[in-house]
């Protein structure tokens, strides 16, 4: 809805210039649409969230004698392709750029982007304190009821390397809103199907539908927000997606321990969340893709001019087919080239088989230890989400140091190497954060120590998460969106597979020392990031896809 007034809007603009044109007598062949409008114009931004359009020419020039057919300027300045006018944004200040928006408008963004990231994440472990119900509903063992969760995820990872590439074809909000409907009809089979069958089944698409929000959403951060700014709006969206999984067992745990509710409750909360999530976005998301709002400007002034040679650079570059086979051998190539991406995206791996196996994890953790009930069990979680929420408040704090590392200038760079010193003071305490979780896991022992220990590792997975996200990010420029997806996909499969060994490992070998052979892993990572910051020109110099020192030596005063 809001995307369509959006597009609208630029039309009425442009005929409110061309009537303006005509009552003065002015030829509309060079028809303007004004970057400042009239002082209580409706369309500075109050009303449609972001100033809209500036200056356009819409009068066609003949190619002169010698010019390239491909590429060429007419004599107003216009850049031509194939003898078509290429509508392109007017500098850096243009309004009519995402990251020129009111502030206030791309914090509703973010916001409500947030909404439907935290609400789709929850989607993956809302059930998780159920599944001792679940697995006796449908006569199965808590093991393979864990199938549930592993499909969930499996969806997330099979579906990252498309949602890219579509959502740079069609725009971001096609993409959140067909994707949210289709994965809520999902979330309804789940919790009205009588199969186990069933329930692995429309697992799985929740997964895959979900995965059209929860890979795409750091590419609305960066559509919006450049490198500094994005220092405080993107532990946001981490928040979202790392504080979701685990706030989601504290309501399961509730839900399930009422008997008036039952576990299809877990889903039906689940279903209502999203569905207002749905609504929201629905009415209030803009469209934040900026060729697809060039692609709409240029749609407008044909319309307005009836000038066919109107395009934007958008309709003419790759299809959708020709991105998908960019996109489709880019994890190989990363996870073969990239010792970069081989180590973040390790990390990940590792903190998200911790975020999800902990669901089972904490029945052995907790519940057991301690005695706990199905509720009280679930509101440890609570420990993780603290950390997370903690992290997240110091974001003004990381915002303030990237302004004193570019000097205060308006839109420069960020070298990868600043992102990392979060993750530098952050990866030697998850091995601590582990070891302490399982060494002190003792009846004996208070349980506030174990709560201590979430609360660590909480602080750490966030801060973690959006280093290395901000990193790849900086260092990998263009590529940086492939780089993610490959991650997103490593990470999300392989924590689906662990989650199927998690309950196994836990009877079998114990808290204590589950918690140390991953910890012991957590370990060898540690250096990781120290590393990088030492040896980091010379891997991005050796890389074929990250930037070079030179791509940072640019920058526009404030």
Not at 45 to 54: A, D, E, I, K
Not at 117 to 124: C, E, I, R, S
Not at 496 to 523: D, E, Q
């Amino acid at each position: 809805m809001w995307s369509y007034i959006q597009y609208h809007r630029i039309g009425r603009d442009l005929d409110t210039s061309r009537r303006k044109r005509e009552a003065a007598g002015e030829s509309c062949e060079h028809l303007q649409v004004h970057d400042e409008p009239q002082h209580g114009s409706r369309t500075n931004g109050q009303l449609f969230s972001y100033p809209l359009p500036l200056s356009f020419n819409v009068k066609t020039q003949p190619k002169h004698p010698g010019e390239s057919d491909q590429n060429s300027e007419n004599e107003n300045g216009e850049r031509l392709r194939h003898g078509k006018i290429l509508v392109e944004i007017d500098g850096t200040e243009d309004p009519f750029d995402p990251h020129n928006w009111p502030m206030a408008s791309r914090c509703k963004s973010i916001a409500i982007l947030a909404l439907t990231v935290f609400v789709q994440g929850w989607a993956g472990s809302a059930e998780s304190m159920a599944n001792s119900a679940i697995s006796q509903d449908l006569h199965v063992s808590q093991v393979a009821e864990n199938l549930a969760t592993a499909m969930y995820l499996f969806g997330i990872g099979t579906g990252s390397l498309f949602a890219g590439p579509i959502s740079e074809t069609y725009g971001r909000n096609p993409i959140y809103l067909a994707t949210t409907f289709c994965y809520m009809l999902f979330v309804l089979g789940s919790a009205l199907t009588p199969t186990f069958g069933g329930q692995v089944v429309c697992r799985y698409f929740v997964g895959l539908f979900a995965d059209g929000t929860l890979a795409i959403n750091g590419s609305s951060v960066g559509d919006q927000f450049r490198p500094v700014k994005r220092s405080m709006v993107f532990p946001v969206i981490a928040w979202a997606n790392v504080a979701a999984p685990v706030i989601a067992p504290i309501a399961g745990g509730w839900i399930v321990s009422n008997p008036k509710l039952g576990w299809r409750w877990t889903e039906w909360t689940t279903l209502i969340m999203s569905a207002f999530a749905l609504l929201v976005a629905l009415l209030f998301l803009p469209e934040t893709y900026l060729p697809v709002l060039l692609d709409w400007k240029a749609q407008q002034l044909r319309r307005a001019t009836g000038n066919k040679n109107y395009t934007s650079e958008h309709a003419e570059t790759a299809s959708f087919r020709k991105r998908m086979k960019q996109v489709l051998p880019m994890p190989i190539k990363f996870f073969s080239s990239e010792p970069v991406i081989i180590v973040l995206g390790g990390y990940l791996v590792l903190l998200y088989i911790l975020l999800f196996t902990f669901q089972s994890g904490f029945d052995y953790v907790f519940k057991q230890t301690y005695s706990l009930s199905t509720r009280l069990t679930g509101s440890c979680f609570g420990a993780i989400a603290a950390g997370s929420t903690a992290f997240t408040l110091t974001a003004p704090f990381f915002y303030r140091l990237a302004r004193w590392e570019t000097e205060h200038v308006r839109g420069a760079p960020i070298k990868p190497e600043f992102r990392l010193w979060p993750a530098i003071l952050a990866a030697p305490l998850l091995p601590v954060s582990l070891f302490w979780l399982g060494w002190t896991n003792y009846s004996s022992i208070s349980i506030w120590s174990g709560l201590g220990a979430c609360f660590l590792f909480g602080i750490i997975v966030t801060v973690i998460y959006v280093s290395s996200y901000e990193y790849i990010i900086d260092g990998y420029a263009d590529h940086s969106a492939a780089a993610l997806s490959s991650i997103t996909m490593a990470r999300y499969i392989i924590a689906g597979g662990m989650v199927m060994a998690a309950r196994p490992m836990y009877m079998g070998i114990g808290v204590h020392w589950t918690m140390t052979l991953l910890g012991c892993v957590a370990l060898i990572l540690a250096p990781a990031p120290w590393l990088f910051l030492k040896y980091e020109s010379r891997l991005r110099e050796k890389s074929r896809y990250a930037v070079g020192d030179e791509y940072f030596d640019n920058g526009e005063e404030s």
